[in-house]
């Protein structure tokens, strides 16, 4: 056989294509090999490149692969597409992300850790059960409202409505049923989400990092918590710009001939960690809005008078973001005098 210099990879459970090539980027490799096969084949191949698409267990095979000496590199899934053929299956896609990482320019996920991914796991945990959350009491409110009994918005009033339904004696016996469990299945998810909050200030608690980051008006230990979780290296990014744009916050670019369009954000990252940053500006906005806060940003005070408040949560989450990468690049600490700038005087 050649030598190998690339080999790519399409995963699944039972079943790994591969597409290998050599120096003269000419195929040598074509192989469908079952699990166990695939292990021995690679045990056995010299020290190469492998390719894989970031998606369910590539972390956990970046590892494995990596500890019989491999080079392992993850595509993400949007970037391996356009160099997919026509016709879409395992042998094409095994060779589109062979391909596409003989890209100079092309970049590639950070293989996690065991660590980074019991920690992401406690994070999808809590938005999984806020999700729960979120159907329960749209559920009980939904059915609450066909026998005519109401309550005001928000999980702090699902615990009045349930007390009105066990108390209306016109309810039919069959809907108390049903409402009896739906207030148990809600109960369950409250104690589960509060032991989630738990873990997750107790493991704030231990980072460093994270406690700088809250430091940040808008940012509390839960954000700061999965800001750290959710961010790979801080110092594969560039810039801050590189950053907010990882997380969707930067403007869609729509320029041609010379002329700039930039329209709304491209939303292409974390969706939870994105809002939660946009939850954290609306807070700040909430407070200046209503002279709650000290500090005034001027910038953000100006730009309030110009624009909708929605429209300056979103710039401000950019901001925020753009702060929360150099803190953790830099190691720095957040300094409050140079992120606000002295009031001109009249």
Not at 44 to 52: D, H, I, M
Not at 53 to 79: D, F
Not at 318 to 341: C, F, Q, T
Request: hydrophobic residues 50%; aromatic residues 6%.
């Amino acid at each position: 056989m050649e030598k190998i210099s690339r080999i790519g990879m399409d995963t699944s459970k039972r079943i790994f294509q591969l597409h290998g090539v050599d120096g003269a980027e000419q195929p040598v490799v074509r192989k469908k090999l079952p699990r166990d096969r695939m292990i021995a084949f690679f045990k056995a191949l010299p020290p190469t490149v492998v390719v894989l698409e970031a998606c369910g267990a590539s972390h956990h095979w970046a590892r494995v692969l990596g500890a019989m000496g491999h080079t392992v590199k993850l595509i993400a899934p949007q970037l391996a597409k356009p160099y997919l053929k026509r016709g879409k299956n395992d042998a094409a896609d095994a060779e589109a992300l062979c391909e596409a990482a003989s890209r100079p320019t092309m970049r590639y996920v950070a293989v996690k850790t065991v660590d980074q991914q019991a920690d992401l796991m406690l994070a999808a945990m809590r938005e999984r059960l806020l999700r729960q959350r979120v159907q329960l009491a749209n559920a009980i409110r939904g059915h609450a409202a066909e026998f005519g009994l109401i309550a005001a918005k928000g999980a702090s009033h699902v615990a009045e409505l349930l007390a009105m339904v066990q108390a209306d004696a016109a309810l039919p016996r069959l809907a108390r049923q049903v409402f009896a469990g739906l207030a148990a299945d809600y109960a369950h998810v409250e104690t589960q989400l509060a032991a989630a909050d738990a873990e997750l200030r107790a493991w704030y608690k231990q980072n460093a990092v994270a406690q700088r980051l809250t430091q940040i008006p808008g940012v509390g230990p839960v954000v700061a918590a999965t800001l750290v979780m959710k961010t790979p290296d801080p110092k594969a990014f560039a810039s801050g710009r590189d950053y907010a744009a990882w997380l969707g916050l930067t403007p869609k670019d729509h320029s041609t001939a010379g002329r700039t369009r930039l329209g709304r954000i491209t939303r292409a990252g974390d969706e939870t960690l994105r809002s939660l940053l946009v939850v954290g500006a609306t807070a700040v906005i909430w407070q200046t809005r209503r002279g709650a806060t000290r500090r005034v940003m001027p910038w953000l005070a100006s730009l309030l008078a110009r624009k909708p408040p929605k429209l300056a949560a979103v710039a401000l989450a950019n901001k925020i973001a753009r702060v929360a990468w150099k803190l953790m690049a830099s190691g720095e600490a957040y300094d409050i005098n140079h992120a606000a700038p002295k009031p001109a005087t009249a």
